[in-house]
């Protein structure tokens, strides 16, 4: 092993970046390239059906059979006229990745004459054989038929790999009893949910918005690791973090990686995916060296919610691809390396309306920031009610790993909203209700009348909030960088349509009631203000206090997947999901099972890959090298030096002895443990007894590999070490 360590290494030292072509094109002439978007569509359609189609889409109507066979029919002209070979629906289904199956264009005739064929039917419904799918219980293995059905709000795109050449349907993956089994389907149905009760709401300040969109633009963070040290690190390849490995000397300290000059490789290896990524219309903006050593980040412009997880998932795909060519390998695992900053994606939401507001933006018009603070704290309140619903919906076992700690957000979920935005509400609490004149001005009387429009520019930063308000956005910082968005977008979705519901049914009460409407949405509001201060945090979400001051406030603190996840299947969450019709009863036991399992298997395989590392790879290296200190001392007694010449010696020779004891015993009890876990019934008792006697022996068997790293001479070492990784490239 430690062999190929040393071949790694020399590798890494003769890399050269990759040339990359600079064409000179400008982005915005190659953007969307790979896309069949409205002007390819309009390029290739007739008239009367492209209208068709966007009156479909825009009304979120069914798109009528005709009208889907000649939207097959360009898409195919334009595929192949790309160079497409073959097409496919292209979804998300609960593993997480994204999954494809390619058919050919290519076909026979009925009379045995070969032709390119790509028909309406093909376009908006396939059956593909999906029985190993995730399913939580929903389908049968005999019963393996699941549907695909085209989303016609995501445009269709081509994937180019190894010089081959895919057309992509964006779809929707569910059982063929109905039931969801991918994470489109329900995100599609949150967001028409919040864009109802959005609207609603809206009227009471312009009726004529006719459509409220929600934003989404998601922050990537990864890092990036050289392919052949990858290769020596077993655990990099089989669960995606290092399980073992001690400290370097020099870390994230210096800040010095934050920021900073893009290493040459990098930067070539960033050139490549963006320009990939910008053939497929997704809206990259921004790159930058993130906090740990060799960590990055990508964020796009914001875009249509659903628009934005699908180009997250595609995205996650192409720098991977493109890595590859860059010998490196991309980690998207949220905790890679213990003790540096791990990764997050975070999810940065608004709300939008067709006549150009964003709902979340405070206005130059005191009437606009009533229906800024009417959505705003709406939000507030939303994540106040349903706190535990939004931890479980970023819950992974990786993610576990990652929160509380360099810059992610804690396990508690809180609000971080900024000084000033912080004072408004407390002014708000604070005004009594008040009296009115006719003639008054209203907003000047309730409080209201000026919010700072300074505050995009103003609002603090807090990087332990979970969820921080931006100056004009939401940002959910907890989702963990290797999640689908839309477990956590589905559920913030739900829970803000199902407060704005409650919202107008107060506000419209009161009014009947015969408060003026101002004064009826400023009640409601100020109700929402106290009732959900708790939530409220401004200040270190890593201190002890907070976490003392949580619990006082009633907050919940679950720092562990298994236990987190029950907040999903309580019977309130079950009727919210069932009352918006997101996920019926047994979709959402469904998806309760799939995560626990999900945790199940990556514990495992980390408690194998451990075991197998510490005692095959590990020990053997350690009692080698105890040998050679054994031979030593015995060599230098032949000399007749004494204790005062050997002690130092048998020291470590001790030492050695007793780590290597505490990993066999460890690992011993570890794999009991597992044995005992195995047999289990249930998943959720499954899933906690990997959490509570499985995983608590990781910690100590790694603490014992970590302290023998540091005693074992470097020449025998075999695991790539943390310095290498993270400072070779
Ligand atoms: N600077 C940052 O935003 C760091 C964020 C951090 N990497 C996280 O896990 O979320």
Redesign the pocket.
């Given at each position: 092993m430690a062999i190929l360590r040393f071949k790694a290494l020399e590798q890494v030292t003769q890399r050269q970046p990759l040339a990359v072509v600079n064409t000179g094109e400008r982005r915005s002439d190659s953007f969307g390239k790979n896309v069949f978007n409205l002007d390819a569509m309009r390029a290739t359609m007739p008239g009367e059906y492209f209208k068709k189609l966007q009156a479909a889409v825009k009304q979120g109507n069914p798109v009528e059979r005709n009208v889907a066979d000649a939207v097959a029919s360009a898409m195919k002209t334009w595929a192949m006229a790309k160079g497409a070979t073959h097409y496919t629906h292209w979804f998300q289904p609960l593993t997480g990745a994204t999954a494809e199956k390619h058919d050919s264009f290519f076909d026979l005739n009925s009379d045995g004459r070969p032709v390119e064929n790509f028909k309406g039917s093909a376009l908006v419904q396939q059956e593909p054989d999906a029985s190993s799918f995730p399913n939580g219980g929903i389908r049968n293995t005999f019963e393996a038929r699941g549907y695909t059905a085209w989303d016609p709000t995501s445009p269709a795109f081509i994937i180019e790999t190894g010089g081959a050449k895919t057309l992509c349907i964006p779809t929707i993956f569910v059982a063929y009893t109905g039931e969801a089994l991918d994470y489109k389907a329900p995100l599609l149905k949150s967001l028409a949910v919040l864009e109802k009760a959005a609207l609603d709401v809206c009227h009471y300040f312009d009726k004529d918005i006719v459509r409220v969109t929600t934003t989404l633009g998601i922050e990537q963070?990864y890092f990036l690791v050289d392919k052949a040290l990858y290769a020596a690190r077993p655990d990099l390849m089989m669960t995606g973090r290092t399980l073992f490995g001690h400290s370097p000397a020099k870390g994230q300290q210096l800040d010095d990686h934050y920021f900073g000059s893009i290493p040459a490789r990098v930067h070539a290896y960033m050139l490549d995916y963006e320009e990939e990524a910008n053939k497929l219309g997704i809206p990259l903006r921004t790159r930058h060296n993130?906090?740990a050593p060799h960590q990055f980040e990508c964020a796009p412009t914001f875009e249509d919610a659903n628009l934005a997880v699908d180009h997250n998932q595609l995205l996650m795909d192409v720098m991977a691809r493109v890595a590859d060519k860059h010998d490196f390998k991309v980690l998207l695992h949220e905790k890679p390396f213990a003790g540096v900053?791990?990764?997050?994606k975070?999810n940065n939401w608004a709300l939008s309306t067709d006549t150009g507001v964003n709902l979340l933006s405070p206005g130059r018009r005191p009437k606009e920031n009533l229906q800024f603070l009417t959505f705003f704290i709406t939000t507030i309140k939303a994540v106040h009610r349903h706190a535990d619903l939004l931890r479980a919906s970023i819950a992974s076992a990786s993610n576990d790993h990652?929160l509380g700690a360099n810059?992610?957000p804690p396990a508690i979920m809180s609000v971080f909203v900024g000084s000033m935005l912080d004072s408004v509400m407390n002014e708000l609490e604070r005004t009594a209700k008040v009296p009115l004149d006719k003639g008054d001005n209203i907003y000047l009387k309730l409080g209201i009348d000026k919010i700072p429009a300074i505050l995009l520019d103003n609002t603090d930063r807090n990087?332990t909030s979970p969820f921080a308000f931006t100056g004009n956005k939401f940002e959910f910082?907890a989702v963990g960088s290797s999640a689908n968005s839309s477990s956590a977008v589905t559920t913030l979705n739900t829970i803000v349509a199902d407060q704005l519901i409650d919202f107008k049914n107060s506000v419209d009460q009161l009014i009947a009631d015969g408060r003026k409407k101002e004064v009826a949405i400023v009640e409601v509001l100020r109700e929402y203000v106290i009732s959900s201060k708790a939530i409220r945090f401004e200040g270190n979400g890593y201190s002890d206090e907070w976490k003392e001051e949580a619990a006082a406030r009633g907050l919940s603190n679950v720092p562990t997947t298994p236990q987190a996840l029950d907040a999903i299947v309580t019977p309130e969450s079950a009727a919210l999901f069932e009352r918006h019709r997101i996920y019926s009863p047994v979709e959402l036991h469904a998806r309760h099972e799939i995560v626990l399992e999900d945790y199940v298997k990556k514990i495992q395989i980390e408690g194998r890959v451990m075991g197998d590392l510490a005692i095959n790879h590990i020990v053997p290296t350690a009692l080698a090298y105890q040998t050679k200190l054994v031979n030593n001392v015995r060599g230098l007694r032949e000399l007749g030096l004494d204790d005062e010449y050997t002690n130092g010696t048998l020291d470590t020779i001790k030492s050695i002895s007793r780590h290597v004891a505490t990993i066999k015993t460890q690992v011993e009890e570890m794999v009991n443990a597992r044995k005992v876990a195995n047999k289990i019934d249930g998943t959720r008792e499954q899933a906690l007894a990997y959490c509570d006697t499985v995983k608590v022996h990781f910690d100590t068997i790694r603490r014992s590999v970590d302290k023998l790293e540091l005693m074992v001479d470097d020449e025998d070492w075999p695991l790539v070490k943390y310095r290498e990784l993270l400072f070779l490239h």
């Open positions: 963070e993130e906090v900053n791990g990764s997050g975070h990652r810059e992610a990087r910082r």
